[in-house]
């Protein structure tokens, strides 16, 4: 969700389960992005457009932010192609992110995610 590569009108294809379990049919967090919504996800993640500053990109801030986590010891991202490979290792070099916006990001999640995923507690 945050590389930035979904629309709204993003289209999934005929089997792809993001397709299909849109509500959650087949499992009971619907499709992949942690039981969110698709477009809802789509729109949060919007919001969050400025972890790519000193970071080269959204792909980069996300992977960045995971590997800023002290319990953290490797993170698997996805790829298809050379350039999202060079791309997804960039992240090692990317600016970590300071105490101030982890909070931020931190308050974003409490306050304008967590109502949205279903199966949250």
């Given at each position: 969700?945050?590389t930035?590569?979904?629309?709204?009108?993003?289209?999934f294809?005929?089997?792809?389960?993001?397709?299909?379990?849109?509500?959650?049919?087949?499992?009971?967090?619907?499709?992949?992005?942690?039981?969110?919504?698709?477009?809802?996800?789509?729109?949060?993640?919007?919001?969050?457009?400025?972890?790519?500053?000193?970071r080269?990109n959204?792909t980069?801030?996300?992977?960045?932010?995971?590997?800023?986590h002290d319990?953290?010891?490797?993170?698997?991202?996805?790829?298809?192609?050379?350039?999202?490979v060079?791309?997804?290792?960039?992240?090692?070099?990317?600016?970590?992110?300071?105490?101030s916006?982890?909070?931020?990001?931190?308050?974003?999640?409490?306050?304008?995610?967590?109502?949205?995923?279903?199966?949250?507690?």
């Open positions: 969700m945050l930035g590569k979904f629309r709204a009108e993003t289209q294809e005929k089997d792809d389960h993001r397709n299909f379990n849109r509500n959650g049919e087949q499992f009971n967090v619907g499709e992949t992005f942690a039981g969110l919504d698709v477009n809802q996800g789509v729109r949060l993640s919007r919001q969050l457009e400025w972890i790519a500053e000193r080269g959204m980069r801030g996300a992977l960045r932010w995971i590997l800023d319990s953290v010891t490797t993170v698997i991202p996805g790829f298809k192609t050379t350039q999202q060079a791309d997804n290792l960039a992240a090692l070099e990317a600016a970590s992110f300071s105490p916006e982890m909070e931020k990001l931190s308050y974003f999640y409490w306050n304008s995610v967590h109502e949205h995923i279903r199966g949250a507690y």
